[in-house]
């Protein structure tokens, strides 16, 4: 009977990490990781959530027209720790003119993996780990 218990337990746990290491994912199979690309533009949208957030960026293009650009951001915590934040004095702020590098979608959708942030200023702000 404690055998049967203890077979149970482990194959209980067992599928509950198996299940876990599921739920997290590559970005490799969206995002370049051999390619690096930068656009600059105004911040209009921030999503600080978990476990990966996001910032869109809106691309004035040479013909006039503009291109919402969205890039995947790390954590909120982990957003925090390396200086972009939505409060405070170091906050980023909606129209806010950025420059953004980042790895580009595979597919050529103006979607990215962000790796850093420069403000107006000069201030880099980066993001790399926190995927």
């Not at 203890?6 to 290491?21: D, E, H, K, Q, R």
């Not at 957030?53 to 720790?81: E, H, P, R, Y």
């Amino acid at each position: 009977m404690i055998r049967r218990a203890l077979a149970c337990v482990v194959v209980f746990g067992g599928l509950t990490a198996g299940a876990s290491l599921q739920a997290h994912h590559s970005t490799a199979g969206v995002y370049d990781p051999g390619k690096e690309e930068e656009v600059t533009g105004a911040l209009t949208q921030l999503k600080f959530v978990n476990p990966h957030g996001s910032i869109t960026v809106t691309v004035k293009n040479a013909d006039g027209t503009t291109t919402d650009w969205t890039f995947t951001t790390g954590s909120a915590t982990a957003l925090a720790a390396r200086g972009i934040t939505k409060v405070g004095p170091n906050a980023l702020k909606i129209g806010e003119q950025l420059t953004v590098t980042f790895t580009p979608a595979r597919n050529g959708a103006p979607l990215g993996g962000l790796k850093t942030i420069k403000r107006a200023d000069g201030t880099v702000v980066g993001n790399e780990g926190g995927n």
